[in-house]
């Protein structure tokens, strides 16, 4: 087994990008490829674990993504099912904290109580958190949290002066965790696609062109070492560059 890296980001956030584009390589059906990402998911989750990353966010199915055809969203719904059901237990056993991020109204409602179930079963994990934005879109998180700020602030209850970053991050979606160091986006696309838009705000990007059904223990272990070797100044310049 190799060696986990030494330096580990706090969060890493991963697109997983090219399960359609795997399956059409071997002359399959897109769903195909959906359920070799599925075990993509499993060996990354599991890599995560053992290199002791403290938390990893994937993103699993976009706001946007309802306009697929109908076929493939039910498959990818049926992947959630199956993978609620059946990954739960290894998830418990790894002191694994599961958080499912996103609109929760348009899922169907076994969906969401599987949703629930996961996040009630976990809560007092203690190990990595394991977040899945699901029916997300980091535009819609934004305009949300404004939305809450404005009604806040027409009612009384907020002074449109006191609000600050810090203040606006703690009405998105990922108030709880720490903002990504890290963001990964499988199969070559160099885009950020309405991922976490304002957590990625000083985030390193690293764009592989691995497809997702590929991706796993090894190439997670890759990227985590391209961070440690990056320089992350944060609109600062280093000591040496101003000595």
């Not at 991020?101 to 190990?127: F, K």
């Not at 720490?178 to 000083?202: C, K, M």
Request: aromatic fraction near 8%; charged fraction near 25%.
């Amino acid at each position: 087994m190799s060696k986990a890296p030494t330096h580990l980001p706090k969060h890493v956030a991963i697109i997983m990008d090219g399960n359609g584009r795997w399956a059409k390589k071997r002359h399959l059906p897109r769903e195909a490829g959906h359920y070799a990402g599925m075990g993509a998911v499993r060996e990354t989750v599991r890599a995560a674990c053992d290199m002791g990353l403290e938390n990893l966010t994937l993103f699993a199915f976009s706001s946007e993504n309802w306009k697929r055809p109908k076929t493939e969203v039910g498959a990818l719904m049926a992947l959630f099912r199956v993978y609620f059901r059946s990954d739960m237990d290894e998830l418990v056993e790894r002191n694994v904290r599961m958080r499912i991020i996103g609109h929760r109204g348009r899922v169907a409602g076994d969906i969401h109580q599987m949703i629930l179930d996961s996040e009630s079963r976990t809560a007092q994990n203690t190990g990595m958190n394991l977040t899945f934005a699901f029916d997300y879109g980091g535009q819609e998180e934004i305009v949300a949290a404004t939305r809450e700020l404005a009604r806040a602030a027409a009612e009384g209850r907020l002074d449109p002066e006191t609000i600050t970053p810090e203040l606006f991050a703690q009405r998105l979606f990922t108030n709880a965790l720490p903002e990504p160091d890290l963001v990964i986006r499988t199969s070559g696309e160099h885009r950020l696609s309405n991922f976490l838009l304002w957590q990625s705000a000083y985030a390193e990007l690293l764009f592989v062109d691995t497809l997702w059904p590929d991706f796993g223990r090894d190439a997670l272990q890759k990227a985590i070492e391209s961070f440690a070797a990056r320089e992350r100044r944060f609109g600062a310049v280093n000591s040496e560059a101003v000595a």
